[in-house]
């Protein structure tokens, strides 16, 4: 499965915070038999050294897609869940003044997306191995 539509969706960009939503979703997906993608929207043109969608497939143990999108986050990842039955996010855990002039995704999300959004909260990425990069 590479692609096309999933019962979940979640959004990666490589940072700790997005492996935590990944293994979440993995677990998720395996234990409910639901199919899952993961999605990494970037700026159109930037190259990312986190994202190997063929090893991230590969170790899934679950029908588990993979699709990189060039676009904002936050509406990339809205759209890409249309018809999902939710979107899983990590909480980078960013808050106040930083979170105002930066946004956040999560947020956007939360707001616009068709389906229940899931948020893994920052306290549990200290618990997992960070993405190796």
Do not use: N
Not at 17 to 36: D, H, K, N, V
Not at 77 to 88: D, H, K, R, T
């Amino acid at each position: 499965m590479t692609g096309g539509s999933a019962d979940i969706v979640v959004g990666v960009d490589g940072s700790a915070a997005s492996l935590a939503a990944r293994q979440w979703t993995l677990t998720e997906a395996r234990q409910s038999g639901r199919t899952a993608k993961a999605v990494h929207a970037r700026p159109a043109g930037i190259a990312t050294s986190c994202w190997e969608p063929a090893a991230l497939a590969a170790a899934a143990g679950a029908p588990f897609g993979t699709e990189t999108v060039d676009g904002l986050p936050g509406p990339t990842l809205v759209e890409a869940s249309a018809g999902a039955e939710m979107l899983v996010l990590g909480s980078h855990g960013q808050h106040g003044l930083l979170r105002q002039l930066v946004g956040s995704v999560s947020a956007y999300c939360l707001r616009e997306a068709a389906c229940p959004v899931v948020v893994i909260p920052a306290r549990t990425v200290g618990t997992l191995a960070p993405p190796r990069c």
